[in-house]
């Protein structure tokens, strides 16, 4: 844990934030900026700078709950598809150096820009 990271600090509890979902390495949040309704980060409990910090064996886990997640918000009608997204490193957009995906939902017509 980095003390001033603000993900850690949600982590630990200093900073109140609402989960959508929880387990054992990683919890959810709505996203206080979103790109569309519904946007929620995934975010490991530990703190890791990027995807490569992050240890194997917590692919699994990562993996399961970023479908629960993204099965979640197409059940709530946020959107009919989704996108994934990790910045890692600053020139690939990373604002908090803390690891964490974007789930954005997506609609037809939303006039939400790709990356690729």
């Given amino acids: 844990m980095k003390s001033d990271c603000i993900f850690c600090k949600m982590s630990k509890g200093e900073i109140p934030v609402e989960k ?12 206080i900026k979103p790109k569309a309704e519904g946007h929620t980060l995934i975010i490991p409990k530990k703190h890791f700078v990027t995807l490569l910090d992050i240890p194997n064996t917590l692919g699994e886990e990562l993996l399961q709950i ?3 997640i993204s099965s979640e918000l197409l059940d709530k009608k946020f959107g009919d598809g989704f ?4 910045n890692n490193l600053e020139p690939a957009g990373q604002i908090v ?7 954005i ?6 006039n939400l820009k790709s990356l690729v």
């Fill in 105 to 110: 939902p997506r609609k037809e017509f939303d």
């Fill in 20 to 31: 959508v979902a929880n387990t054992n390495n990683f919890f959810a949040i709505r996203d």
């Fill in 83 to 86: 996108n994934i997204i990790m």
């Fill in 66 to 68: 970023t479908k629960q």
């Fill in 97 to 103: 150096k803390h690891a964490h995906l974007h789930i």
